[in-house]
Nanobody, 124 residues
Framework: VQLVESGGGSVQSGGSLRLSCVVT????????MAWFRQAPGKEREGVAA???????NYAESVKGRFTISQDNAKHTLYLQMNGLKPEDTAIYSC???????????????????WGQGTQVTVSS
């Protein structure tokens, strides 16, 4: 399984970005997918997740601003980020895993496959 992110960049506070993660996997629809981020000097944080049944989870810090979605036909995961804030600055990575309980979908240690990450920088 391979994951390749794109869509990162630099924006001003209040701006928007859409991240994409293309997944190479024969059984894409069976995976739970999530976005994580890590800022310099901080621990990795689960941002948003989508389960194989389409249910979604979000970190409190991004609720109402970020939306996770996927296109099963294209094997692609998305993260639409609106109302970006400087504190959203981080490297964002997508991850895939199997048989992850819904209450653990924002915990990175339960995911098996990871992308290389894409930088998001938000200036004030």
């Amino acid at each position: 399984v391979q994951l390749v992110e794109s869509g990162g960049g630099s924006v001003q506070s209040g701006g928007s970005l859409r991240l994409s993660c293309v997944v190479t996997a024969d059984t894409y629809m069976t995976y739970s997918m999530a976005w994580f981020r890590q800022a310099p000097g901080k621990e990795r944080e689960g941002v948003a997740a989508i389960d194989s049944d389409g249910s979604t989870n979000y970190a409190e810090s991004v609720k109402g601003r970020f939306t996770i979605s996927q296109d099963n036909a294209k094997h692609t995961l998305y993260l639409q980020m609106n109302g970006l804030k400087p504190e959203d600055t981080a490297i964002y990575s997508c991850a895939a895993g199997l048989a992850i309980p819904s209450w653990l979908l924002l915990h990175g240690e339960h995911f098996t496959y990871w992308g290389q990450g894409t930088q998001v920088t938000v200036s004030s």
